[in-house]
């Protein structure tokens, strides 16, 4: 069975960074496409970054060209680098990885930027 975890949350500073990882278990697992959404306290859950099988790569504007999504096919991981972060960022932040028509949600991990 797929089981999908994030890791890589904690506090930073105003300006600090973080790398998040996601990882999905099992075997033959056929990707099409995944990433990253975030919610804050009392917010509604908001799309951050996906990318594709083929590399394609969408960011939502408040986090373009300070953040970075990739993915390494062969661990079946997805990462996201978070650079120049602000107290806006502060959320927890779930990973999501398509499989055909499957979709596999992490639990979330928790990143809190102090101003």
């Known amino acids: 069975q797929v089981q999908v975890a994030e890791s890589g949350g904690g506090l930073v500073q105003t300006g600090g960074s973080l790398a998040l990882s996601c990882s999905a278990s099992g075997n033959n697992f056929a990707f099409t496409h995944g990433g990253w959404f975030r919610q804050a306290p009392g917010s509604q859950r908001e799309f951050v970054a996906q990318?594709?099988?083929?590399?394609?790569?969408n960011y939502e504007d408040s986090v373009k060209g300070r953040f970075t999504i990739s993915r390494d096919s062969a661990k079946n991981t997805m990462y996201l680098r978070m650079n120049s972060l602000k107290p806006e960022d502060t959320a927890v932040y779930y990973c999501y990885q398509n499989a055909g028509l499957n979709i596999y949600w992490g639990q979330g991990t928790q990143v809190t930027v102090s101003p």
């Open positions: 990318i594709t099988r083929a590399g394609t790569i």
